[in-house]
């Protein structure tokens, strides 16, 4: 039905322009590299028929494919982001193309040794067959998420070139940011004017999600004194050692790569050094409101106690909400969930409900009022030098938008 040439050639021409996020700033968008993808995409938007196209000074694109029925049909939302994660460089993208995966081990980089194995990643073998797109070993890929505006934007071009196939008004959203916390933040719900929309964020084919963690970023500074190290007795204290002691009182198994599933984490994702003075950058990270809470109580009390052990504030803890579970929000909706698990079954897909071990604009959407799960893009290995998309995944993605357009049409 959807067309594959077309498709990953669309897919490609998004993920070579480096969208990099940065979590530095405090502009939005907070690169100036993700309008090199914004401008051009609402103009392709244009292009296909699209109507009400629009993109705002903060980079938010969004766009209407009106109603083709007479009868009153609730307005669904579609979104996906444009940043990738400043994790792992995005610039000079090479995706390769790998045309019936055989199961074996692939050669991203021969040069640099740099491999895809199946017997690390063993999701590979599920797309046995399959046409995969990979990166190179150098970069991340992007599939994450330019695999979900492909699918949207595939989607609301075939609805377009085929008018027989009924549906309501669509909504159409894309974002900055996501990938450092604030893709929502200045996310015009009013504007946008859908009943619910659908995030296209997930990973394998059949994810359906609408629990996610809450979660929160927290920036531990370590303060020292630098003196010269041949009169230092007494009076040098260096930084990186309390931030040690800090790093190894917090529980151990609590990682994420210890934990799974509800599971909640504490994540050192950055950390930077000298004698005067340490900075920790950790995610906190559970499903469950209350350990959640107890989380953070715990980065605080352990501050405290190392400022108590050295008679001084040598800690300072600075801990910011990112976003929240949206279980809460979409349980009271809960048909939303139940009209995109027929729209798998109705593409030959056994839906995979499951918690989220991460967030997506829609958990924050989901709390400005407009309810919003996520649903598979297919990629694997977000972030990093192994990131690798199945075709044959998005072509169902595509499907499914299609196919849940058409049941609300019903």
Known sequence: MIDKQHLIDRFIGYVTVDTESDPNSNETPSSNNQWDLARP???????????DVSIDENAYIMATLPSNVEHEVPVVGFISHFDTSPDFTGANVKPQIIENYDGKDIVLNKDEDIILSPSYFEDLLLYKSQTLITT??????????KAGITEIVTAMEYLINHPEIKHGKIRIGFTPDEEIGRGAHKFDVE??????????DGSQVGELEYENFNAAGAVVTVKGKIVHPGYAKGKLINSMYIATQFINSLPKMETPEHTEGREGFFHLH??????????????IRDHDMSHFEARKNIIYKLAEELNSQYGREVINVEISDQYFNMREKIEPVMHIVQT????MEQAGIVPLIKPIRGGTDGSQLSYKGLPCPNIFAGGHN????????PVESMQKATEVIINIAQLIAK
Request: a negative charge; proline letters at 0%.
């Open 340 to 343: 995109a698990k027929e729209a």
């Open 136 to 145: 190179d070993g150098t970069t991340l890929l992007g599939a994450d998420d």
């Open 191 to 200: 504007k946008f004017g859908a009943e619910w929309a659908y995030t296209m």
């Open 382 to 389: 977000f972030h990093g030098r192994y990131e690798y998309v």
């Open 41 to 51: 995409l609402a103009e392709e938007l244009k292009c296909i028929g699209m109507q």
């Open 270 to 283: 950055n950390m930077i050094g000298e004698v005067e003075e340490t900075k920790l950058q950790y995610i």
